[in-house]
T-cell receptor, first 113, second 110 residues
Framework: DAGVIQSPRHEVTEMGQEVTLRCKPISGHDYLFWYRQTMMRGLELLIYFNNNVPIDDSGMPEDRFSAKMPNASFSTLKIQPSEPRDSAVYFC???????????FGEGSRLTVL | KQEVTQIPAALSVPEGENLVLNCSFT??????LQWFRQDPGKGLTSLLL?????REQTSGRLNASLDKSSGRSTLYIAASQPGDSATYLC?????????FGAGTILRVKS
């Protein structure tokens, strides 16, 4: 298996622009997580899905953030409009069972100018 | 509030040395405790997962222990190698979320 695949790996955009981050989880993993990592706050859970249904979105910072999982093999995290404080590395992770071992993608590094 | 603390924040050791990384958590009602490795610019790789009913787990040169009553876990790395240089993060699982520590940056000098 190719593991969790995220795109783009790097994104540089200007304040106010829409940003869409994508994730393809490992086949058979019914749980999908979006995390954000910054130097100041470390790793924070934004939202997680089970069988494509959002279970906990309490970590989503603002209404500017939204996430979808239209099917078992694809998820998006969208920021509209983006702000400089959204600059971070965004990770997608999956798990076959939860609580259980998490498998992370390589992340999408977002820079908002 | 559920918090995870890792000590030390950074560690530099010569190759071949045995070392211990520490992790403490404020709420002992954990489902499991996980240790991850993160290389620069990369995602997290799961190293060891200890269920709440277990005391330790081993994988190669790595051994992780868990003491729920004291709210502590340790990661022991035997005979360290330059390739072990990375950031090591522990995370406590509380059923509905994984709470991460800030990590220990390890550098093993050849």
């Amino acid at each position: 298996d190719a593991g969790v695949i995220q795109s783009p790996r790097h994104e540089v955009t200007e304040m106010g622009q829409e940003v869409t981050l994508r994730c393809k989880p490992i086949s058979g993993h019914d749980y999908l997580f979006w995390y954000r990592q910054t130097m100041m706050r470390g790793l924070e859970l934004l939202i997680y899905f089970n069988n494509n249904v959002p279970i906990d979105d309490s970590g989503m910072p603002e209404d500017r953030f939204s996430a979808k999982m239209p099917n078992a093999s694809f998820s998006t995290l969208k920021i509209q409009p983006s702000e400089p404080r959204d600059s971070a590395v965004y990770f997608c992770a999956g798990a076959g069972v939860y609580p259980g071992e998490l498998f992370f993608g390589e992340g999408s590094r977002l820079t908002v100018l | 509030k559920q918090e995870v603390t890792q000590i030390p924040a950074a560690l530099s050791v010569p190759e071949g040395e045995n070392l211990v990384l520490n992790c403490s958590f404020t709420d002992s009602a954990i489902y499991n405790l996980q240790w991850f490795r993160q290389d620069p610019g990369k995602g997290l790789t799961s190293l060891l997962l200890i269920q709440s009913s277990q005391r330790e787990q081993t994988s190669g040169r790595l051994n992780a222990s868990l003491d729920k009553s004291s709210g502590r876990s340790t990661l022991y790395i035997a005979a360290s190698q330059p390739g072990d240089s990375a950031t090591y993060l522990c995370a406590a699982e509380y059923g509905n979320k994984l709470v991460f520590g800030a990590g220990t940056i390890l550098r093993v000098k050849s």
